[in-house]
């Protein structure tokens, strides 16, 4: 790994002030060749990475320019973004994967979702008086911390897909948290919005914060011996070094032994963890086959009801982000958040009618509720009800009750295309921002069980699918989707961003299948979301131009950011074309 042009290429594009440009100026005609300075968008021929830091892309480009697989590349990525990109995902985390193999012809999906402790009840996000905890009172300490699961998720596709030795794939990430990273302006500016409650663990607020208690600034080269040190245990013990001995040992003394809201992880807990094959969500939509992750995850199932809805609703004939476009994708997004509030949860806890969500003749049902190809008809007047999808034996399954838990941005996305044809969509997380802003041995623990729902029954009294149940795995929204077409993959995609990842996703799918964006102008459109009635629309840009249009049509609107980081790569026969969000720090890299 040629360590010192890694921490120079930064170096210089923080110099040179990428963060906050226009898309357009950071667009540049080729993506990262050799030592080329990382870039938002650009093309290859060969094989592509797109991460959220430009470190990280490039530890993968060096992978696959090593003769490394997407499978290899990935476990490295992953481990570069855990040290330069700690709040999003890590060791402590948890993610889904796609990933497609060329040579088998199949796509796989991999769900590495974090597990609650096997003692965790359904009170556990509940106080004293019987009602749901505040969000960060559930969320900082031991409480919310579900079971690791990063590292399983990474040693399982090295052992199906990987070719190069796994340690290997450990060595940029030792480098540079023995070298030192320049801190990013984004994370500069996120340790300094957390402030106080990031001191919460002292591992954390000696990490995070200069012995005078100011936050690190951008720029700061930052080491992580500690983190090193980590991975060096992994590279020589492998996996199972994480999972039992003194560094689950640690992980588990940290959570319970929190002052202030201690969890119940286990030894045990870790012990077990296993990484679940599921199999992947598909539909067809506007002539593409759209393949996502399926429960726990609701991402899939969501954004394929998007799709499928608003083609439906004859979205096709209508102007390209017009207000009467936005009508449909709305109205469609509106339907899929009904459903997914109350019949997305774990399958091992609570028998997801998975299939009947997605079933054409309950979609032709859902899509009446769009008022046809009327696209100037009436909204539909909330709240939206969720729909009576069949189990795979044909039964109507009695209604869930609604679930209440906030959900909050975070997480990262990975996109990877190798020389064999291989294609991995990634999307990782340690939930919120520094996740339970515990942190042990170098990374940080999640507080990925606030994906829970904190009310265990809804106002009707009908019992939640997502309440929490000791060794299950919280609903999640990620949407990590690879699409098809004539059965070759043609675009990997994902974002992180807590629920709004769904839109995020179904809005940039939208954009580049349907409306003929390339990637990166389908990752930089103004966002416009809507999952509970309301329109969001993203602040500072032309989104707020369809205020007027959309309240004529009978939605109110609210101007808000909207920070997605979305990543993808589009495959066709001249070669590959990536994009990384322009509102993060991410970075597209190939040959
Ligand atoms: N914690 C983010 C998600 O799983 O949706």
């Known amino acids: 790994m040629r360590l010192a042009s890694i921490i120079g290429l930064t170096l210089a594009l923080v110099a040179t002030g990428s963060h906050g440009q226009q898309a357009s100026d950071r667009h540049a005609p080729?993506?990262?060749?050799?030592?080329?300075?990382p870039v938002q968008a650009g093309k290859a021929r060969d094989f592509m990475v797109v991460a959220a830091h430009p470190l990280a892309a490039e530890a993968g480009r060096a992978i696959l320019a090593e003769g490394g697989s997407a499978a290899d590349a990935l476990v490295a990525v992953q481990l570069v973004l855990g040290l330069v990109e700690p709040q999003s995902s890590g060791l402590g985390g948890g993610g889904f994967l796609l990933h497609w193999s060329a040579e088998a012809g199949?796509?796989?999906?991999?769900?590495g979702r974090e597990t609650a402790p096997a003692a965790a009840g359904p009170d556990l996000f509940l106080g004293a008086d019987g009602k749901p905890l505040p969000f960060f009172a559930a969320v900082v300490g031991g409480r919310s911390v579900g079971t690791p699961a990063t590292l399983?998720?990474?040693e399982e596709i090295h052992r199906r897909a990987g070719r190069l030795p796994f340690e290997r794939l450990l060595a940029p990430a030792i480098a540079l948290a023995d070298a030192g990273f320049p801190v990013s302006p984004r994370l500069a500016a996120l340790i300094a919005a957390e402030g106080e409650r990031l001191k919460h663990d002292g591992e954390a607020a000696r990490y995070f914060f200069a012995a005078d208690g100011r936050p690190l600034a951008a720029g700061a080269v930052l080491r992580n011996p500690a983190y090193a040190e980590t991975l060096r245990r992994i590279a020589e013990g492998g996996v199972d070094a994480f999972y039992s001995g003194e560094i689950a040992d640690d992980i588990v003394a940290r959570v319970?032994?929190?002052?202030?809201n201690p969890g119940a992880l286990a030894e045990s807990d870790l012990e077990n963890y296993k990484v679940i094959e599921r199999n992947p969500v598909c539909a067809p939509a506007f002539g593409y086959d759209i393949c996502g992750m399926g429960p726990p995850s609701s991402g899939g199932i969501a954004v394929i009801q998007i799709l499928s809805l608003a083609?439906?609703?004859?979205?096709?004939?209508?102007?390209?982000?017009?207000?009467?476009?936005?009508?449909?994708?709305?109205?469609?997004?509106?339907?899929?958040?009904?459903?997914?509030?109350?019949?997305?949860?774990?399958?091992?806890?609570?028998?997801?009618?998975?299939?009947?969500?997605?079933?054409p003749g309950y979609l032709a049902l859902r899509a009446r509720l769009l008022d046809?190809?009327?696209?100037?008809?009436?909204?539909?007047?909330?709240?939206?009800?969720?729909?009576?999808?069949?189990?795979?034996?044909?039964?109507?399954?009695?209604?869930?009750?609604?679930?209440?838990?906030?959900?909050?941005?975070?997480?990262?996305?990975?996109?990877i295309r190798d020389a064999a044809g291989d294609v991995i969509s990634y999307t990782g997380t340690i939930e919120n921002g520094f996740g339970s802003r515990l942190m042990v041995r170098g990374f940080l623990l999640n507080n990925e069980l606030t994906d829970f729902s904190f009310a265990a029954a809804d106002a009707a009294g009908l019992a939640v699918a997502n309440r929490v149940e000791g060794g299950k795995r919280p609903r999640s929204s990620m949407a990590p989707t690879i699409v098809f077409r004539d059965g070759r993959p043609v675009l990997a995609i994902g974002s992180p961003g807590g629920s709004r990842i769904i839109g995020f996703v179904a809005q940039a799918l939208i954009g580049h299948l349907v409306w003929g964006q390339d990637p990166a102008t389908a990752l930089a459109a103004p966002h416009l979301l809507n999952r509970f009635g309301p329109f969001e629309l993203e602040a500072g840009t032309a989104a707020?131009?369809?205020?007027?249009?959309?309240?004529?049509?009978?939605?109110?609107?609210?101007?808000?950011?909207l920070n997605s980081g979305l990543a993808a790569i589009a495959i066709g026969p001249d070669g590959l074309s990536g994009a990384a969000d322009p509102r993060r720090e991410g970075a597209v890299a190939g040959q």
Do not use: C, K
């Not at 709305?330 to 997801?352: C, I, K, N, Q, T």
């Not at 969720?386 to 044909?394: F, H, L, R, W, Y």
């Not at 707020?544 to 950011?561: C, K, V």
């Open 311 to 359: 083609e439906a609703g004859g979205l096709g004939a209508l102007a390209p982000g017009s207000a009467a476009a936005w009508r449909v994708i709305g109205e469609a997004s509106r339907l899929a958040f009904a459903d997914r509030e109350r019949w997305l949860a774990d399958p091992a806890f609570f028998r997801v009618p998975a299939n009947g969500l997605i079933a």
């Open 152 to 154: 399983r998720l990474l």
């Open 30 to 37: 080729e993506a990262g060749t050799g030592g080329a300075a």
């Open 106 to 111: 199949r796509l796989i999906t991999l769900d």
């Open 372 to 415: 046809g190809t009327a696209a100037q008809g009436p909204v539909m007047p909330g709240p939206v009800p969720a729909g009576q999808p069949a189990q795979d034996s044909g039964h109507l399954a009695p209604l869930p009750g609604a679930g209440a838990g906030p959900d909050f941005p975070s997480t990262t996305q990975v996109v």
């Open 256 to 260: 319970t032994g929190d002052a202030l």
């Open 544 to 561: 707020s131009d369809l205020a007027p249009g959309l309240q004529a049509l009978g939605y109110r609107t609210e101007i808000t950011d």
